[in-house]
């Protein structure tokens, strides 16, 4: 038997990433006592942070574990458990989704699930979150953008010489591509007060200086000041445990140091990202909830999405001296493309390439080579939307190992946007060769899905304000929630969605 805590908490939030790193944020000044209990560590501040051999060939900030893929075989997921989660290392694209992609969509490959909240109701939050996490970006450039009711907090990054040739280049041939909209600390107007210095190692890789608008800069460790939040780390949640009746959860068990620790609080939150926020749903199975908690609809894991996502790159004879190059998006082919009915999807830069980056898909090269290769590189990053399937699902192993089956689908849309990527940059880069490469099972950054939300028990997890529609004081504030995955990045919904909950939850919480 572990050590039971007999203080109790007002609210508990399991993870401290987008979800729940924010909605700490949004509820640090109602005085109620907070507890955030994150498995990972803060992430150490050190040379490696910056070093691409270290971050992209050795691996040294991704989670130390090992799933399973639909077959049984082992994989080392792209996730990354720090306070922060794994907005830490992310590209910092705060994107919106489009109206349509909450009203339900027709694919080549089928229809999306309409959301049960509307496009207007999620806006105000979009905005706020635009504000909090620091975006950068110009309103009306982008030819697929949703309405917003205010401008960007920041103005557009701007573009390095290759980049503004590029958009000249693609403007040229009747594209209309856009400012990325990114959160980074940058004020290019003064550069010497500027945390962010433009560097080449934001995409995928930890922020030495702190520049970029992460959920631990911009969230957590600002609701630390507060006296009412508590933080523990190295807490990794084992099982939520309810009472006699299973409707509500009572205790949050938790290993840390070894040990079994037991917490109180009248809210309990999981935002533990969509793969692990089902495992502990699952791991909480229980003689009321014998499929796992709040799983009485089969729903929970269910429905798994994680994006169609391949990196482009295009090596041509003109030098590509790019050092912070994601500031470019295409958006012409998101609903449609210019040959075809169907939507395509989202296409940007990623961050720029060096040797080892392109070591990680052609071991076997000489890293000298590689380099040589990478400073003639554009690099390009395509997604599109993966549909929700019930057979894509999330499972638990007896071991506790945790498996995901996925196969992908809807695959045309992306297959047409690569070739139509690949037609564009024949026609206006000074080509060599052209080299596409899809994300396998590992690549776990985009991971939704598996919780979705909605009016209908008997079809959903949780109800328009993500509280279990069966536990009712348990609420899922991540990624899990979403009933589809759009092609964009998912992060700056997580936001947005993280604050309009805070706002359900203040009310009860002064009931």
Known sequence: MGATHDDRYDVIIIGTGAGGGTLAHALASTGKRILLLERGQFLPREKENWDSRSVLLQGRYKAHETWLDRDGREFHPSTHYWVGGNTKVYGAALIRFREKNLTGMTHAGGKTVPWPISYDELEPYYTRAEQLYQVHGRRGSDPTEPRASGPY?????????????????????????????????????????????????????????????????????????????????????????????GRTVEQVIVERDGKAETYRGDIVVVSAGAINSAAILLRSASDKHPHGLANGSGMVGRNYMSHINSIFFAVTTRRNDTVFQKTLGVNDFYFKGDDWEHPMGHISMVGK??????????????????????????????????????????????????????????????????????????????????????????????????????????????????????????????????????????????????????????SRLAA
């Open 153 to 245: 907090p920041h103005p557009p990054v701007s573009h390095e010489a290759p980049m503004a040739e590029l958009v000249q280049s693609l403007e040229g041939a009747g594209m209309k591509p856009f400012p990325m909209p990114l959160g980074i600390q940058l004020d290019e107007a003064r550069p010497e007060q500027t945390r962010c210095i433009r560097c080449n190692t934001c995409d995928g890789y930890p922020c030495l200086v702190g520049g970029k608008a992460d959920a631990h800069v911009i969230a957590v460790a600002p609701a630390l000041a507060n006296p009412n939040v508590t933080l523990l780390t190295g807490a990794m949640v084992k099982r939520l445990e309810t009472d006699a009746a």
């Open 353 to 506: 390439s060096d040797g080892n980056f392109l070591k990680a898909g052609a071991p076997f090269a000489p890293v000298s080579v590689l380099k040589r290769v990478a400073r003639h590189a554009f690099d390009f990053w395509l997604t599109s939307e993966d549909l929700p399937d019930p057979d894509n699902r999330i499972t638990l192993e007896k071991d506790g190992r945790i498996r995901v089956s996925y196969t992908p689908n809807n695959l045309e849309g992306h297959v047409r946007l690569t070739r139509r990527l690949k037609r564009i940059v024949k026609q206006l880069l000074p080509l060599g060769i052209t080299i596409s490469a899809r994300m396998p099972v590992a690549a776990t950054a985009h991971q939704c899905g598996t919780a979705r939300f909605g009016v209908d028990p008997e079809t959903s997890v949780l109800d328009v304000h993500c509280k279990t529609h069966e536990v009712d004081n348990l609420y899922v504030v991540d990624a899990s929630f979403f009933p589809s995955s759009a092609a964009v990045n998912p992060a700056l919904t997580i936001m947005a969605n993280a604050l309009r909950v805070a706002d359900h939850l203040k």
